[in-house]
T-cell receptor, first 111, second 116 residues
Framework: DAKTTQPTSMDCAEGRAANLPCNHS???????VYWYRQIHSQGPQYIIH???NNETNEMASLIITEDRKSSTLILPHATLRDTAVYYC????????????FGEGTQLTVNP | GAVVSQHPSWVICKSGTSVKIECRSL??????MFWYRQFPKQSLMLMAT?????????EQGVEKDKFLINHASLTLSTLTVTSAHPEDSSFYIC????????????FGPGTRLTVL
């Protein structure tokens, strides 16, 4: 699986958009970009994933650059409950495919 | 959405004893489940891949005789920490992709193990 690089921490004001970057310059053509988050002392939660097109769901938007070497997760209106560690993971989408977690970005949403 | 449960949510045991942690997919079948370990202020580390009806696959450096995994059915995998020691104290988390849907893994809430 391709290696990802994320900032260690970020802060965001409540109600504002949180933009979390991820670099994955060695991503392969068949690898997807996944985002998970982990609220303190809980199991991780799936947020969104994409291959090359931008994606949006009820939780967030995922913007992938045209060369696929980086992406940005956007939480449009961050709340205090969005405070968590956010993990960007690239992986092949196959049966039994594992998730390899890096260090992630600690997002703190401030009131 | 799909739910994965773990039991117990926390456990305290004496050094030298064995502890069993259960991971259940409540409303879907999972031929494969994954077990992770997370130490304080660190990321999740994959320990092993559990496969229903066959032997688990362990990551490099994980002792298979110490961390026994049994995937007895399509909805249940168990992790037994044998002869636990204080250094085994950690947060253990399981996950399961739904059979036929590989794009999303569902995680359990985790089990906090403290070995005295």
């Amino acid at each position: 699986d391709a290696k990802t690089t994320q900032p260690t921490s970020m802060d965001c004001a409540e109600g504002r958009a949180a933009n979390l970057p991820c670099n994955h310059s060695t991503i392969s053509g068949n690898e997807y970009v996944y985002w998970y988050r982990q609220i303190h002392s809980q199991g991780p939660q799936y947020i969104i994933h994409g291959l090359k097109n931008n994606e949006t769901n009820e939780m967030a938007s995922l913007i992938i650059t045209e060369d696929r070497k980086s992406s940005t997760l956007i939480l449009p209106h961050a709340t205090l409950r969005d405070t968590a560690v956010y993990y960007c993971i690239v992986r092949v989408e196959t049966s039994g495919s594992r998730l390899t977690f890096g260090e992630g970005t600690q997002l703190t949403v401030n009131p | 959405g799909a739910v994965v449960s773990q039991h117990p949510s926390w456990v305290i045991c004496k050094s030298g004893t064995s502890v069993k942690i259960e991971c259940r997919s409540l409303d879907f079948q999972a031929t494969t489940m994954f077990w992770y370990r997370q130490f304080p202020k660190q990321s999740l580390m994959l320990m092993a891949t559990s496969n229903e009806g066959s032997k688990a696959t362990y990551e490099q450096g994980v002792e298979k005789d110490k961390f026994l995994i049994n995937h007895a059915s399509l909805t249940l995998s168990t992790l037994t920490v044998t002869s636990a020691h204080p250094e085994d104290s950690s947060f253990y988390i399981c996950s399961a992709p739904m059979d036929g849907r590989f794009n999303e893994q569902f995680f359990g809430p985790g089990t906090r193990l403290t070995v005295l």
